[in-house]
């Protein structure tokens, strides 16, 4: 447990005091649980805002996901942004992969614009279609019970970026995550869990089994999708792009569970 606490620590903003020194190795593999916690506070929420009008449910809803973790991952999607905008018609990247340097001669110096603390016109357009996106699905979505695992399936899909692709940076910020996190062994435990809480909502039958399928298999390819674009385009990952593929496949699941959840 106490790597899970270390996890909630440094993946949200949720006051949980002080417990102790923790170890944040590995913290990675607990990130689909992170996002059930943040999914149930947000399910909560929304129900209990019902009675405010559907847009503005969905404003309350969004401004306390952004307070749950702090706004982390949306700085990740405004730098990702401004780092993809330099040179953007140059062919994404293909091949093995190799360092970003040698990978993209516009590597070194789209990862110097993403660490620059300045956001770009590019990040400021991506953080306003991100935000966007994800109100105008949480207006049309009723919040239960599909938001219980929207915020766990994009932790995944950054779980799956940290486990898959190399890592582009030397020295960062998010460097220890990829040196903790190995396949299987940090994978299936969380893709287990958001399996088991699938199959709990079926089997209760809050959601009908077609639907609640069709979801769960939309919300899973989109969130490996991002992360799949990024190391296209890059070749790797980096904490900036961890933090996007976290926005990014949110912003999918509740677009597709406005097609076919309830509404």
Do not use: C
């Not at 091949?95 to 040698?102: E, L």
């Not at 674009?229 to 496949?249: F, K, M």
């Amino acid at each position: 447990m106490r790597r899970f606490w270390a996890a909630l620590t440094f993946y949200t903003a949720l006051p949980l005091g002080w417990v102790g020194e923790l170890s944040f190795e590995g913290i990675a593999a607990w990130l689909p649980g992170v996002g059930v916690l943040l999914g149930g506070i947000l399910s909560l929420a929304g129900i209990l805002l019902q009675v405010f009008p559907n847009p503005v449910r969905a404003a309350l809803l969004l401004a306390l996901w952004v307070l749950l973790t702090g706004g982390l991952h949306l700085d990740g999607v405004a730098d990702t942004a401004d780092g993809l905008a330099i040179n953007v018609h140059k062919p994404p990247h293909t091949g093995d992969p190799q360092p970003a340097a040698q990978a993209d001669p516009e590597g070194s110096r789209r990862l110097q614009v993403m660490s620059d603390s300045h956001t770009g016109a590019y990040g400021v357009l991506a953080l306003v279609l991100v935000l966007l996106l994800k109100f105008a699905a949480l207006s049309s979505l009723q919040p239960w019970p599909l938001l219980l695992l929207v915020p766990a399936w994009g932790r995944w899909g950054q779980l799956l970026a940290i486990a898959l692709y190399p890592y582009l940076r030397e020295q960062g910020s998010a460097r220890f995550l990829k040196d903790s996190t190995s396949l299987p062994g940090s994978l299936w435990p969380g893709t287990l869990l958001l399996l088991a809480i699938t199959g709990g909502l079926g089997w209760v039958g809050l959601l009908a089994w077609p639907p609640l399928l069709l979801w769960t298999l939309g919300s899973a390819l989109g969130a490996w999708a991002v992360g799949y674009w990024i190391y296209r385009q890059l070749g790797g990952h980096t904490g900036d792009t961890y933090g996007a593929t976290v926005e990014w496949s949110e912003a999918i699941a509740l677009l597709w569970g406005s097609l076919i959840g309830p509404s």
